[in-house]
Nanobody, 123 residues
């Protein structure tokens, strides 16, 4: 059983930076590709980015490319989302997700999901 727990959300101002973390329990974290998604009020869940199991591949949504960076530490069973130059439109509930297929994550499909952490960006 794989469990994911996000942390690091909160209230920030436009232009600020923030880092989200996702701790993953389970013996095979290094086998999973990891992704971040977000959902704003009244909107559908949106793909943010994904990272392959070895960190060789990374893929981002156009809306965050150049501002957000995904990284992972397989020794700590943790994946990160570094968010820079935050905008009010980045306000959302952010989820991390895991799947044994990197391609599935890039298509917004995942086997395992966290509960989410709220990020609110004030203007």
């Amino acid at each position: 059983q794989v469990q994911l727990e996000e942390s690091g959300g909160g209230l920030v101002q436009a232009g600020d930076s923030s880092r989200l973390s996702c701790a993953v329990s389970g013996p095979t974290f290094s086998n999973y590709a990891m992704g971040w998604f977000r959902q704003a009020p009244g909107k559908e869940r949106e793909f943010v980015g994904a990272i392959s199991s070895t960190s060789r591949w990374r893929y981002y949504a156009d809306s965050v490319k150049g501002r957000f960076t995904i990284s992972r530490d397989n020794a700590k069973n943790t994946v990160y989302l570094q968010m820079n130059s935050l905008k009010p439109e980045d306000t959302a509930l952010y989820y991390c997700a895991a799947d044994d297929s990197y391609n599935s994550l890039t298509r917004a499909r995942a086997d395992y999901w966290g509960q989410g952490t709220q990020v609110t960006v004030s203007s």
